[in-house]
């Protein structure tokens, strides 16, 4: 089968081969997709650079952990009603050395999730690390009906996702944006207020939120620390997966005064029914038109290297590879 892979860690150009491989056959309790599309993530770049100093996990990786196809092959004990059926795949390549970035992958069972007509290949590779990451951050406290959820940077993937997923469970979303200039992108998704982190955002939420927001999404918890303990309400949660540094300094005493509770979140490591839970979900919200995923570019597999730069700088919109 045709593949891209990397066998030591570095610039994507410098350690990103595109050629043959052996066609894995699933075993027990396994599946083997054809892949259509392979979904490229800032962890997929971040594993193949030695992001915080890891290591190779295998002598050998084939990146990327989302894609979509279809089933062609199961293992002894995997229903073979499943051969033909149109997938999203998950969590390919976590903790495993053979991810979606070929014209073949075996997944356990579980890290497949049927595909309805009304989600597209390109949308359903592009749903799981930052889908997942989303839901957790919005539901891993328990429902949000009637809640208000601050989500910062809207614009970006998991945000994104994140201020639609809590819209569609009935939360009351406030979004920000960095600049004043962005309140007007195109690209943000539909929350029920929007504010900008150069005016004075703090006396904004607490004008639209007197009582404090009950949950917040956030993507630099310690560039936020400040704004969030302003703004957060008693017994609230601020749930985060991203800091810009590699330790985090903290207003202690208010988040102590008000009870707050610090989620971090490390998406591969997320318990297997919280995954499963959430691209169900993930795909679910799509199907009925709650939750919209913006491609920024679809590239051929031989340009593998050039999606890794482009979601290294920033690409606005999700960046996927087309497998022939």
Not at 208 to 224: F, K, M, S, T, W
Not at 285 to 292: C, D, E, K, N, P
Request: aromatic content about 4%; some cysteine; overall charge negative.
């Amino acid at each position: 089968m045709r593949a891209a892979w990397y066998d030591r860690q570095g610039l994507a150009a410098e350690v990103l081969q595109v050629g043959e491989r052996p066609t894995p056959t699933p075993g027990p309790g396994e599946v083997r997709v054809r892949v259509s599309r392979s979904g490229v993530n800032p962890g997929d770049t971040k594993k193949r650079e030695g992001w915080l100093g890891s290591a190779m996990p295998y002598p050998l990786v084939i990146p990327h952990s989302d894609g979509a196809g279809v089933v062609d092959a199961c293992g002894p004990d995997v229903d073979p009603a499943l051969v033909g059926q149109r997938v999203a795949v998950y969590g390919a390549q976590s903790y495993r050395p053979s991810g979606t970035a070929a014209e073949y992958v075996v997944v356990p069972r579980a890290l497949v999730v049927p595909l309805p007509d009304a989600v597209s290949d390109d949308v359903g590779a592009s749903l799981g690390i930052p889908g997942i990451t989303a839901h957790r951050a919005v539901f891993g406290d328990g429902d949000v009906a009637g809640k208000v959820v601050l989500v910062h940077g809207i614009r970006g993937g998991v945000s994104s996702i994140a201020a639609q997923l809590a819209t569609w469970r009935g939360a009351t979303v406030i979004g920000t944006v960095r600049r004043t200039s962005d309140l007007g992108s195109p690209d943000l998704p539909t929350v029920a207020h929007t504010v900008a982190l150069d005016d004075d955002p703090a006396a904004a939420v607490r004008l639209l939120a007197p009582q404090g927001v009950d949950r917040i999404v956030e993507v630099a918890l310690d560039a936020n620390a400040d704004l969030d303990a302003a703004v957060i309400a008693n017994d609230g949660v601020i749930a985060t997966y991203f800091a810009r540094g590699d330790r985090v300094s903290l207003p202690f005493p208010p988040l102590l005064f008000a009870n707050v509770t610090v989620r971090f979140l490390g998406s591969d490591d997320f318990p297997a029914d919280v995954k499963r839970t959430a691209m169900e979900d993930l795909v679910a919200a799509v199907a009925a038109g709650a939750l919209s995923i913006r491609i920024g570019e679809v590239l051929p597999l031989d340009d593998v290297a050039r999606a890794h730069d482009d979601v290294d700088g920033g690409r606005s919109g999700r960046v996927v590879l087309t497998v022939p």
